[in-house]
């Protein structure tokens, strides 16, 4: 980790003494670690070797007419850079989160005799190629259906963090970057693009497609009634109450008009910005809808969400806050992250059928099912609480200390554990 950190950073330090210009307007980015590298961390590290490659561009353009002009010639240059520059950098940033910090992480965090990567495939991104990846990994015989469930949505639960911590980086800076839109759009809507793609495929397609296997494995594991494809499509058009996308199809056409960033328009609420939006979710037990809240107070974002679903006889509702820098004082600040929930219980034990003897290509029967029907509506109550501390000049660290119970939480682990992440931060 320290070589990735120093192997990142240096080359920013070299050309920030050597050529101290400003292209667009800073954020905190943060680059670190934390227990099996959740899509949290991996989120924060893809984002600052995003925006390393941002400002060792800016360095070579940064004196170059086509940054600003809008000339033909600078608009073509200016487009040519988003489509083949950055839309393929997005691309990659986005696979690399679903499948190893998504995938990976959710089998990372379940242990070996169940799940164990077994390695990644990545093909050439768009538009140089087909894009896609894999994950690969092999099954334990104590694995589980539920699992496998979360095995299956972790890709899409990954790339809607990196969607939140993007807008986070927006944020701070009142500002999107148009070179980061794609990547926003990408992750935002991951979870839209998988579920319209089950339509477009025959089923000789879907072996091995996300949805398609979360289905399957959702419908093994609760039996009162079965999700299909037509209902989550339906739910999924929801995803489009984001004013970010729509911001960012703006950004992304004005920087090849103009070469400029957007400002953020937000509703004012007692002096602070604030911003909703509805996303879809996906859950171990059922999806679930979110109504978000983006709060803006100088520079300093506040993030909280109310949650909720119905499945197979099953409401589930949560909550949560997330505030990295709610108090500040002389460079130090202090900040903290509650989440709280009723669901039901995780259903992590074998069934009575073991994973690898169930057919999955034939349809569940609800009169012979896996689990007990008293085990498949027993609810129970979770939370988990962090504590935040950072130091930041331009430079500095961050750490978050804390604890979750059992309980599905979108990038924490399935079972109780700590909760230890420790960042260098740098705005830049």
């Not at 600040?333 to 069934?351: A, I, N, V």
Request: with cysteine; net charge positive; aromatic share 16%.
């Amino acid at each position: 980790m320290r070589k990735l950190c120093l192997t990142l950073i240096s080359p920013l330090l070299l050309l920030g003494a050597s050529h101290p210009f400003h292209q667009f307007h800073d954020a905190t980015y943060q680059v670190g670690w934390d227990l099996h590298f959740s899509p949290y961390a991996g989120g924060e590290d893809i984002l600052f070797a995003h925006r390393v490659l941002e400002r060792a561009e800016g360095y070579l353009v940064s004196k170059s007419p086509a940054c600003s002009s809008k000339q033909a010639a600078a608009r073509f240059w200016r487009f040519s850079e988003l489509y083949l520059g950055w839309l393929p950098v997005n691309y990659l940033a986005v696979v690399a989160q679903h499948e190893v910090f998504g995938h990976g992480y959710r089998i990372r965090d379940i242990n070996r005799d169940r799940a164990e990567v077994a390695g990644y495939n990545f093909n050439a991104p768009i538009p140089y190629g087909p894009g896609g990846a894999a994950t690969y990994y092999n099954i334990g015989s104590s694995m589980t259906t539920t699992e496998e469930t979360s095995i299956a949505m972790a890709g899409v639960e990954s790339t809607a963090i990196l969607a939140i911590l993007t807008k986070f980086k927006w944020l701070e800076s009142h500002r999107i970057d148009p070179r980061q839109t794609l990547l926003y759009l990408f992750s935002q809507h991951d979870l839209n693009l998988y579920i319209g793609s089950l339509k477009v495929k025959d089923d000789t397609d879907l072996n091995g497609h996300d949805i398609h296997s979360y289905i399957k494995t959702l419908n093994y594991t609760y039996t009162n009634h079965f999700l299909n494809s037509g209902r989550l499509r339906s739910l999924s058009w929801i995803n489009l109450a984001d004013p970010f996308t729509f911001y960012s199809i703006y950004s992304w056409f004005r920087y090849i008009s103009c070469g400029k960033e957007t400002r953020i328009p937000m509703i004012s609420v007692y002096k602070m910005g604030y911003l909703p939006t509805i996303r879809l979710g996906l859950t171990p037990f059922g999806p679930e809808v979110f109504v978000e809240n983006f709060l803006l107070q100088g520079k300093r974002p506040i993030y909280f969400y109310l949650k909720g679903g119905r499945h197979s006889d099953n409401s589930y509702q949560g909550l949560g806050i997330y505030a990295p820098r709610l108090w500040a004082k002389k460079g130090w600040f202090f900040g903290l992250r509650l989440d709280s929930w009723r669901q039901p219980k995780l259903l992590l034990e074998p069934g009575n059928v073991p994973f690898e003897e169930i057919n999955f290509d034939i349809k569940p029967n609800p009169n012979d099912p896996l689990y007990p029907y008293s085990e498949q509506h027993d609810m129970q109550m979770g939370a988990a609480g962090s504590f935040l501390i950072a130091y930041s000049a331009r430079s500095g660290f961050e750490a978050e200390l804390g604890y979750k119970s059992i309980g599905f939480l979108p990038g924490y682990s399935l079972r109780a554990s700590p909760t230890v992440r420790l960042f260098y931060s740098l705005v830049f």
